[in-house]
């Protein structure tokens, strides 16, 4: 498709179990970012990745997120031991990336409830 | 780092009337300014930006207005339609990664 993909769009889990969210970006978009956004909230930054230089992960709230981008194009963040504060909705975006202020384009997210 | 804050949190107008929504930003060295709508169930769209070089941009009923001095800018969306309604967020960027967004603007325009 010609927009940003998320999968999957809906993960319902038990509190300890690990997860992998997936997104597939726009073909050609070197710049990645995952975000997290609860209810009624603002994006909280995670991590981007740029072509193949070394990603950001400033935004990762523990050890127990990571992420990683194969090949420059689809990414996967994991959530180990998953708690219930992880609740939330997981955004990726993707940008052309190679100039400054290139908008970001969204895909619909990752509905993770944590039972 | 940069902080944006954006008000008002919730706005309800009539339809065809004008719906006006503020944000705030503390770093001066910020110079992209996009804003998104989120629709329930989906992720942001972008709607319009503005860059630092640039006081006002329109787009048919949107417009955006930027005030470097006062470090604030505002979209403005005119003749509202009850199709506008959804949560509406602002950000900011230095450039690069790293964008900063508001804390959202729920907007219901009635019928």
């Known amino acids: 498709g010609a927009g940003v993909s998320q999968s999957p769009s809906n993960k319902v889990t038990e509190k300890g179990k690990d997860v992998e969210l997936r997104c597939d970006p726009i073909?050609?978009?070197?710049?990645l970012y995952w975000y997290r956004q609860s209810l009624g909230q603002g994006l909280e930054f995670l991590i981007y990745f740029q072509g193949n230089s070394a990603p950001d992960k400033s935004g990762l709230p523990s050890d127990r997120f990571s992420a990683e981008r194969t090949g420059g194009s689809v990414s996967t963040l994991t959530i180990q031991r998953t708690q219930q504060e992880d609740s939330a909705v997981y955004l990726c975006a993707s940008s052309l990336g190679y100039e400054r202020r290139q908008p970001q384009h969204f895909g619909d997210g990752t509905r993770l409830s944590i039972l | 780092g940069e902080n944006v804050e954006q008000h008002p949190s919730t706005l309800s107008v009539q339809e065809g009337d004008s719906a006006v929504i503020k944000c705030t930003y503390s770093?001066?060295?910020?110079?992209?300014f996009p804003w998104y709508k989120q629709e329930l169930g989906k992720g942001p769209q972008l709607i319009i930006d503005i860059r630092s070089n640039v006081g006002e941009k329109k787009d048919q009923r949107i417009a955006v207005t930027l005030n470097k001095t006062a470090k604030h800018f505002s979209l403005h969306i005119t003749e509202t339609q009850p199709e506008d309604s959804a949560v509406y967020f602002c950000?900011?960027?230095?450039?690069?990664?790293?964008?900063?967004f508001g804390t959202g603007t729920s907007l219901t325009v009635i019928p």
């Open positions: 950000a900011a960027s230095i450039g690069g990664n790293q964008f900063y």
């Open positions: 073909s050609g978009h070197t710049a």
């Open positions: 770093d001066s060295a910020s110079n992209y």
